[in-house]
């Protein structure tokens, strides 16, 4: 728990010295412009919408998905990380609790290879992270919340999952 805090301080650091308007560069991080060589260890993921509701991408009615955003952080490094493994992201309709989500059945999977996640690759104000589109097409999760989560599997097999987040639908 410790660790997550420490990984959420030096990213809203890295935030806010990058945005703050005459901020001296010493001891200032930056975000590079070609991404870092990938890490297979990650200690965190942060999983976030971008806009924070489903996304209408057509001229028909209705959400089409959601647009999402995964940076991946090692406690030793101030800013978030590129990896080697692959990712899977995962949406289960209603409000599934950490503990439960084992045993329900989402009803979208999106999983990206290592060679596909790099190509969502991209800049930001904490680090290098990725961004994608989770499109259900016609068939878009029932009730008004849905819970989404994030497992990253390393190179050598290890997982580790991101908290899960839970979207806010809109009345039926």
């Known amino acids: 728990m410790k660790a997550s805090r420490v990984i959420l301080v030096a990213g809203i650091a890295a935030w806010l010295l990058s945005a703050a308007p005459g901020c001296q560069d010493t001891g200032r991080v930056k975000v590079q412009n070609w991404p870092p060589r990938p890490v297979d260890r990650v200690d965190e993921i ?31 490094e101030p800013l978030s990380v590129t990896v080697k493994g692959s990712l899977e992201l995962a949406l289960y309709e209603g409000h599934v ?13 999106w999983p990206y290879s290592r060679v596909q996640l790099a190509a969502q690759a991209g800049r930001s104000a904490v ?3 990725y961004a994608m589109r989770l499109a259900w097409n016609d068939s878009p999760p029932a009730g008004t919340t849905a819970t ?18 839970y979207v806010p639908l809109g009345p039926q």
């Open 127 to 129: 680090g290098w992270g």
């Open 148 to 165: 989404l989560t994030a497992r990253y599997r390393s190179a050598d097999g290890n997982v580790k999952a991101a908290k899960p987040l």
């Open 97 to 109: 609790g950490p503990e439960d989500l084992a045993a329900a059945k989402p009803v979208w999977t």
């Open 46 to 76: 942060v999983l976030r919408l971008t806009p924070p509701a489903p996304v209408n991408w057509d001229d028909r009615p209705g959400p089409d998905g959601l647009q999402v955003q995964v940076n991946f952080f090692q406690i030793d």
